[in-house]
């Protein structure tokens, strides 16, 4: 039997575009929230990149980010190489309405929505245990 869960945060669900600190905070509660302590993360949906960069924790965590806007994923690119994490951090562009991974690879999908992507596609992907967010 396959186990995953769909945890909504309300409080910080906002804080995708948010500020840096913002977004720290954001990370400090999924990681309580969901008790996942490293591995692979994918954000549906980059924002400006604080996020992005925050849910890397100091190298607890891969990151990927994925969004449809073109020119947001090249600004968040920039912001990723200019911290010195990128390869350990990623952003690529989303097209179409499937996730670009295979099953059960994912640990926590982080996403505000889910821009065209349905909930049985981000539940395909996730680990057993793994978490929506």
Do not use: C
């Amino acid at each position: 039997m396959r186990f995953a869960s769909a945890l909504a945060f309300l409080g910080f669900a906002i804080t995708v575009t948010g500020d840096a600190i913002a977004s720290e905070r954001f990370v400090q509660q999924m990681v309580a929230a969901t008790g996942t302590r490293g591995g692979f993360i994918v954000q549906l949906g980059v924002g400006d990149g604080d996020l992005t960069v925050a849910l890397h924790d100091n190298g607890k965590f891969q990151v990927h980010g994925i969004d449809r806007d073109r020119q947001r994923v090249e600004r968040v690119r920039q912001k990723v190489a200019s911290k010195g994490i990128y390869g350990e951090v990623s952003v690529d562009q989303l097209v179409g309405d499937a996730l670009p991974y295979v099953d059960n690879m994912v640990n926590v999908l982080v996403a505000q929505q889910l821009d065209g992507i349905g909930l049985d596609e981000a539940m395909r992907v996730l680990t057993p245990n793994g978490h929506l967010y």
